[in-house]
């Protein structure tokens, strides 16, 4: 029997249903924060949760997004280039600006005062993820245009793509050296930075590379994790660094914010570790594993649709602003109400993805 007439069946590699449900964390923890901060109006300086998650919640999110980006297989040419950044634009601006709009008309009183007042600020009333995220692909693949002509692959050009990153990132919290800074008291020169949202790629895109630098090279970041030293070393560089950010402020001055880029990096590579380490019970044939892979796999969904389900409980903000230091309750409650928010923003994307239209413009799906 001769084999040649047997027809080849294309190999893909199998999806890791671990990172699709780290995916469904980092989605659950950005919709508590904002139950928290949006739906309890809690205060980030008297709410007992809300700073520990600041410190990793946006950062894994992009860590894993440039994890993501990584195409080894993928030859770069002007034609691809243009490709990927013209699809990216569809999925990316299209549903954003359709939901920013929607949540003008009904999250505001009056919708014109809305929209200015969300396009100055650099968070654009919530949706200036997916912006930011187009802005992190289109120089990624300008990058790895670039990259291609020289010929042959080398972790430098990545290496340095990666430290100037580090050094915008720096910038945007030295407000005595920097105008565009957290914290500067002078009168703006400029504000396109805010407009532009480019103020938060600064903010985020070192965590983007960073994800990305561990997928090129994951045989040997999974050595590293696995290595004896290595969890130990950051989980004592997380305690000393949050218990600083959070409490202690040793530092002053240029060298505050190196505890948070500390805490920022190291938290986001212990979640990675954690999640990988417990693949087995991860998986679609687990409960906890199917549930938040499916989470994961509708991220873009539920990012659009959560602000527009937010509870209006103030009253609960005022509670734990009385009866501070209640990690427990404040984290529980605002995961328990982002479950919810989260289940509603399911329905409602299922609901318009019977359309293949609004399934295509609205979430990016073909």
């Not at 954003?96 to 008309?105: D, E, H, P, S, W």
């Not at 530092?251 to 938290?267: G, H």
């Amino acid at each position: 029997m001769e084999s040649s007439n047997i027809p080849t069946i294309p190999q893909h590699k199998p999806r890791l249903e671990w990172l699709d449900a780290m995916r469904g964390f980092t989605m659950i923890l950005v919709v508590a924060y904002h139950v928290a901060q949006m739906g309890f109006l809690e205060q980030a300086k008297q709410s007992s949760s809300m700073p520990f998650l600041m410190l990793f919640r946006m950062p894994l999110f992009f860590m894993v997004s440039g994890f993501l980006a990584y195409k080894a297989s993928l030859t770069w040419d002007l034609g691809t280039l243009g490709s990927m950044i013209g699809k990216k634009m569809r999925i990316q601006l299209i549903p954003t600006a359709v939901f920013f709009l929607l949540a003008c008309v009904m999250l505001y009183p009056k919708f014109s005062p809305a929209v200015e007042a969300c396009l100055q600020s650099p968070t654009k009333g919530g949706y200036w993820f997916t912006l930011v995220l187009l802005y992190m692909f289109v120089v990624y693949y300008l990058f790895c245009w670039l990259e291609s002509l020289l010929g042959r692959r080398s972790w430098i050009p990545i290496t340095l793509l990666f430290l100037l990153s580090l050094v915008a990132y720096e910038t945007c919290y030295l407000p005595q050296y920097c105008w565009w800074a957290d914290g500067f008291r002078g009168k703006l020169p400029s504000r396109w930075l805010n407009y532009s949202s480019v103020i938060q790629l600064m903010k985020f895109f070192p965590f983007f590379i960073f994800g990305n630098i561990v997928r090129r090279y994951w045989e040997k970041a999974q050595r590293v994790m696995d290595s004896a030293w290595f969890f130990p070393v950051m989980v004592m560089v997380v305690i000393f660094c949050t218990m600083d950010v959070l409490k202690w402020h040793t530092l002053r001055m240029a060298w505050a914010n190196i505890p948070s880029t500390m805490a920022k990096f190291c938290l986001p590579c212990i979640v990675f570790m954690y999640f990988r380490h417990y693949a087995a019970y991860l998986t679609q044939c687990t409960i906890i594993g199917s549930m938040l892979q499916y989470i994961g796999r509708r991220t873009l969904d539920i990012y659009l649709l959560h602000f527009l389900f937010l509870p209006n409980l103030p009253a609960v903000g005022s509670f734990f602003q009385d009866n501070r230091h209640n990690f427990i309750m404040d984290t529980s409650l605002s995961v328990l109400i982002g479950m919810l928010v989260i289940v509603f923003c399911i329905i409602s994307s299922n609901i318009l993805r019977i359309s293949p239209f609004f399934r295509k413009y609205l979430f990016g799906r073909s």
